[in-house]
C-alpha cells in the first residue's frame, strides 16, 4: 500500500524534546540561549575562513591556503559540540541557515576580491571578537553553575586564541592596516 507523506507526517509524534537535566529551567533557557548564538558566530567564522581559504591569492598562497584549511577545520569540528551541548541541557539548536543569519553577531565578507594580508587582519579580528563573545558566554554557565559547559567553552577560547596568534604573526606587522599589497 502507497501512503501519501503528508498522511505519514500526520502520524508522527510530536516530541517535546524536553531532555532533563538538574540545571533550573531559567538557567537551560540562558544557557542554550548563548550556545545557539555562539554556533551561529561559529558558522559563519567557518563560512568566513573558508571563503578566504578558497579565495587566497598572492606569494605566500601555499602557507596562508594551508594555515585557513587547518584552521577552518578546527572552527567546524565546535559546531557539533556546540549544539549537541545544547540539546543535553535540554535546550534547542540552530535548525536553518536563516536561523543562523539571523542569530549571528560577526560579520560576513561578500567582497569580490579581498588582499590576503586583509583576509588574515579580518580573521584575526573575528577570532579576537568570538573569544570575547565565548568569555560573555562562560560568565552565563558560572552565573547557573554549568561547569560542563563553562569547561568546553575553555578550551575553545584557548583554540580560538591559538588561531588569533597565527593569523597575527602570519599577516605581520602591518595586520590591522588595511593595505592592499603583498609582500
Known sequence: MITKQSEVTNHRPKSPLATPSDLTPEGVAAV?????????????????????????SGSHFRDYHLLLDEQSDQIFAMTDDIAE????????????????????RLPDNNEDFVAPRDMLAELTADNQLLT??????????????DVATASLIENWIDETERRTWFLFESAGPMSYVNSSNEE
Do not use: Q
Not at 540561549?33 to 561559529?42: I, K
Not at 559563519?44 to 581559504?53: A, D, E, G, I, W
Not at 545544547?86 to 536563516?98: D, E, M, P, Q, Y
Open 132 to 145: 570575547r563573545l565565548l568569555r560573555s558566554a562562560h560568565a552565563v554557565c558560572d552565573e547557573h553553575n
Open 32 to 56: 542554550a540561549a548563548e550556545l545557539r548564538v555562539l554556533l551561529a558566530d561559529v558558522f559563519t567564522l567557518y563560512v568566513k575562513t573558508k571563503n578566504f581559504h578558497w579565495h587566497m
Open 85 to 104: 551541548r545544547a540539546r543535553k541541557i535540554g535546550g534547542t539548536t540552530l535548525r536553518s541557515i536563516g536561523d543562523i543569519a539571523r542569530s549571528r
